[in-house]
């Protein structure tokens, strides 16, 4: 069935459910002069390109591949349309390898046909924190499918990964591949109903008219938390105490530094957007929660192009009600103009969902882990990671 994935470090299938098999690395590490020197073998007409993000032209190249090319729901209806800016932020984060940003092209044309990537990343399992990469953006043109050009990209991303002495990955995938540690539901809030509606995001509910829908949906006009108010650079060494600490309950999750937090955290504009309580007695922060922006093509609506969504990203509740916190992120991503507010079941998020008129959506998100085997499939809310 899985002919590339069957000759992986990863959990297969027929090992499910088998306790003998430890937790931990399934291959050690290899002598980095025993790893391949040369890029593996592309069909004759195509070669490989490390993509240079700094570079306008490139970065436009690979924004328009994305754009074209990249996942779409199952019913091809949608699909991800990450920003120019979004994707410099999510490729070089702290200590980024150039190398690690790979493109494909056609020889002759020149033109960009495939990309893939991986960004460094600390990842604990349990007790143990394990440097790995974080692989992402894997995408082959349309009209160059089913012709096993992933499986090669794949085994590039790793070699390049294994120079840098690196032996472990993190990813998610939309489809079941062998196996996933985790597989979370999406769930999506209406910020637009009307818009959703029209544009076959969602559906108007039985006995439900358009008026009751929109009342339905209505937020407050700001958020109520005293001391609500963005993120700001000075509170870096607190959000990352605060994230750390909180982080720690979960089985898998990053182990975020001052720097990461930064980078991660720090408000980018249509970006990521992140704020926090300040507790107006004693200012200390107290609460966190952010969002990233990922707008969505809609493909061959007459009225609409774009659909505006901002995806859950890490909260922390310690002194304000996670529902509390959660309806005023909801309230600020209303006032920036989203038309829906997705989330996946991860962390506590799955507590406060339905009060907050979330509705389960029709795709699901599993993770996996590149030579690296966890004892049992994790819940959900075991999970602390979210990747872009
Ligand atoms: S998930 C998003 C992936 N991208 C898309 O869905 C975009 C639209 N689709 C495409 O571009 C986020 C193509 O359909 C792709 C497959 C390129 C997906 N992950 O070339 P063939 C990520 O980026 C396996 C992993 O003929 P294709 C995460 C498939 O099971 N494997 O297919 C990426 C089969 O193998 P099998 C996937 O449709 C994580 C083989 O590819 C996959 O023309 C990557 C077929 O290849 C997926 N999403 O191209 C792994 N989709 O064994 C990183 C299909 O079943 C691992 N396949 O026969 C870690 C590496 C680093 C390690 C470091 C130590
Ligand atoms: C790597 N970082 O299927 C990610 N999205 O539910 C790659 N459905 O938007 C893997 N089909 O349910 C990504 N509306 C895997 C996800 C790929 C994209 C995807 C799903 C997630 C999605 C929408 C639209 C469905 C359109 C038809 C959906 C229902 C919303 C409704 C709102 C009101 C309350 C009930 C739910």
Not at 297 to 316: E, P, T, W
């Amino acid at each position: 069935k899985h002919k590339f994935w069957e000759t992986q470090p990863v959990g297969q299938f027929k090992d499910v459910g088998d306790t003998s098999l430890p937790e931990g690395p399934i291959e050690p590490p290899t002598p980095l002069s025993e790893v391949k020197q040369e890029p593996y073998n592309l069909p004759s007409q195509y070669e490989w390109t490390t993509c240079d993000m700094d570079s306008e032209e490139t970065c436009n190249e690979v924004y328009n591949l994305l754009k074209n090319n990249y996942v779409e729901d199952d019913e091809n209806m949608f699909r991800f349309n990450y920003s120019k800016e979004f994707l410099r932020w999510a490729l070089r984060p702290p200590g980024f390898y150039r190398s690690w940003h790979i493109g494909v092209r056609a020889k002759t044309s020149k033109k960009l046909v495939a990309f893939i990537t991986g960004v460094p990343a600390r990842i604990r399992v349990r007790d143990e924190v394990v440097k790995m990469a974080e692989i992402n953006f894997l995408c082959v043109h349309k009209k160059l499918r089913t012709k096993r050009l992933a499986p090669v990209m794949i085994k590039e991303v790793t070699r390049r990964v294994h120079l840098e002495n690196i032996w472990q990955a993190a990813y998610t995938a939309g489809v079941v591949l062998p196996t996933p540690i985790t597989t979370c539901q999406y769930w999506h809030r209406s910020l637009n109903p009307k818009k959703l509606i029209d544009v076959g995001f969602s559906r108007l509910g039985a006995r439900m008219t358009m008026n009751r829908t929109i009342k339905l949906y209505k937020l407050p006009d700001s958020p109520a938390t005293p001391g609500f108010r963005k993120m700001e650079l000075c509170d870096v060494p607190a959000v990352t105490r605060l994230l750390r600490n909180y982080l720690s309950q979960f089985v898998v999750a990053p182990d975020f530094d001052e720097s990461d937090v930064e980078h991660w955290l720090l408000p980018t504009e249509d970006v990521v957007d992140s704020y926090l309580v300040e507790s107006p007695e004693t200012h200390e922060i107290t609460d966190f929660c952010s969002f990233y922006t990922l707008p969505s093509s809609i493909l061959g609506n007459q009225n609409y192009s774009s659909l505006k969504a901002a995806y859950s990203y890490y909260n922390v509740s310690t002194k304000t009600p996670l529902l509390q916190l959660m309806n005023d992120t909801l309230i600020v991503a209303k006032l920036k103009n989203f038309d829906v507010f997705n989330a996946l079941d991860v962390m506590h998020n799955e507590s406060v969902l339905k009060e907050l008129k979330f509705g389960p959506g029709d795709g699901q998100l599993h993770y996996y882990l590149y030579n690296y085997r966890t004892q049992s499939a994790l819940k959900p809310s075991e999970l602390g990671l979210v990747l872009l």
